[in-house]
Antibody, heavy 120, light 108 residues
């Protein structure tokens, strides 16, 4: 079945970097854009950016410009999200999610989420 | 930036009742690019409605979406116990993509 499987939880110190991976299966990887969305504890959903798995092109939210990098590996159908210069406010669950092009880009498949904790 | 404002923040209803959730945009945009998601504690969001009114695969017909311009709504015709959750609207027409702040639907 169509699914996105993310890497496991991470604990990082302030100033460090974290890389979260998202492996796609059950569909043709290069045909659907992947978004990253995060959710701080008890808070709402925050859009971080998007990557086109076919071309590798990205668009990042202004809040994360200069700190986030999204990449893809077509040989393993995996996208990665790296966030640098971590601070306590980056503690959140990070989700990758697929944009369904037939539905205009609505986010139809979500990964299980990866908890990233930033603490000294 | 497109701002989506959801109301109410919390809605307290009983199973069997009808729920209407609102999502208002700061600017007019095409209803083709408005979605609703449901999120339960400890779970990833689930797509319910896309294009303002089309149900995603497997979504029961008690869920319906409507609206255009700047005002959109999600209606649950008859609440089931499993429907109590947080609901988010999202626009995917403009950059950055934005979500509403959410409406918590709780059991009265």
């Amino acid at each position: 079945q169509v699914q996105l499987v993310q890497s496991g939880p991470e604990v990082k110190k302030p100033g460090a970097s974290v890389k979260v991976s998202c492996k796609a299966s059950g569909y043709r990887f290069i045909t659907s854009h992947i978004h990253w969305v995060r959710q701080a504890p008890g808070q709402g959903l925050e859009w971080m950016g998007i990557i086109n798995p076919s071309t590798g092109s990205t668009i990042y939210a202004q809040n994360f410009q200069g700190r986030v990098t999204m990449t893809r590996d077509t040989s393993t159908s995996t996208v990665n999200m790296e966030l640098n210069s971590l601070r306590s406010e980056d503690t959140a669950v990070y989700y990758c999610t697929r944009a369904n092009s037939a539905w205009g880009g609505a986010l139809d498949i979500w990964g299980q989420g990866t908890m990233v904790t930033v603490s000294s | 930036e497109f701002v989506l404002t959801q109301s109410p923040g919390t809605l307290s209803l009983s199973p069997g009742e009808r729920a209407t959730l609102s999502c208002r945009a700061s600017q007019i945009f095409s209803s083709t690019y408005l979605a609703w998601y449901q999120q339960k504690p400890g779970q990833a969001p689930r797509l319910l409605i896309y294009g303002a009114s089309s149900r995603a695969t497997g979504i029961p017909d008690r869920f319906s979406g409507s609206g255009s311009g700047t005002d959109f709504s999600l209606t649950i015709s008859r609440l089931e116990p499993e429907d109590f959750a947080v609901y988010y609207c999202q626009q995917y027409n403009n950059w950055p993509r934005t979500f509403g702040q959410g409406t918590k639907l709780e059991i009265k």
